[in-house]
């Protein structure tokens, strides 16, 4: 399974980056709006002149021929942007439309392994099923992920399966396990994952047995 980092924030990205784990990113217009004072496409021209791999940008017209005027101006600005689209009717029209013409896609807001199925069908490069909304109504969001990839595996359908709405790292571990292709993280999340008592105490011990050592 692969990491993506789920934000807009270019320090997140320019430290998660550095850290040598990234196969690309993803956005969503709740996360763009926290950025305060810059544009959305200065902030997708920095964010692909630092990452090379997929970065996901969303749509956000709900209609077929909305949806397909942002992807235009949205993929001149990089050629490793990705376009997001919601998962509806008219979004995969625009999945469909824009996977003949060779752009990238990624299916946003599926809850049901159906919705993958057809975004699959669609022609989508990625689907995102969002675990920690389902688990918030006390559904199984981690189930889903399992679902998509027996579905995909059964059907031998290429679509890449990005658990999204990650809340903790047992979420990432399930979600590896289940079948996931990748994980689009939070940058809190990816810093929790390097967390252990024991290396802390390890490293601890190392240093103290390296200052008490003498010299032969
Ligand atoms: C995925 O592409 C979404 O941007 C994201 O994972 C949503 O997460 P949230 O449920 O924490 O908002």
């Known amino acids: 399974m692969k990491f993506f980092i789920d934000t807009a924030n270019i320090e997140e990205i320019r430290e998660a980056h550095a850290l040598g784990i990234l196969a690309g990113v993803t956005t969503n217009p709740s996360l763009v709006a926290k950025e305060k004072g810059v544009s959305f496409h200065d902030r997708l021209r920095e964010i692909t002149s630092l990452v090379k791999d997929s970065v996901s940008a969303e749509v956000i017209a709900l209609d077929f021929e909305g949806m397909m005027k942002e992807a235009e101006e949205l993929t001149a600005i990089a050629p490793n942007i990705t376009i997001k689209v919601p998962m509806t009717p008219d979004g995969l029209k625009a999945v469909a439309a824009l996977s003949k013409k060779g752009v990238k896609t990624n299916v946003t807001l599926i809850f049901s392994a159906n919705q993958a199925l057809l975004a699959a069908r669609a022609g989508a490069t990625y689907v995102s099923p969002f675990l920690g909304r389902l688990d918030d109504i006390g559904h199984n969001g981690l189930q889903l992920i399992s679902d998509i990839a027996d579905i995909f595996a059964i059907h031998d359908i290429q679509t890449e399966i990005i658990a999204a709405s990650i809340r903790h790292p047992m979420h990432i571990t399930e979600a590896a396990l ?8 939070p940058y809190k999340v990816i810093l929790q994952l390097f967390n ?3 290396t802390d105490k390890g490293i601890e011990a190392f240093l103290k047995d390296w200052s008490s050592r003498t010299e032969q």
């Open 196 to 198: 252990h008592p024991l």
């Open 178 to 185: 289940k079948g996931a292709h990748i994980a689009t993280v």
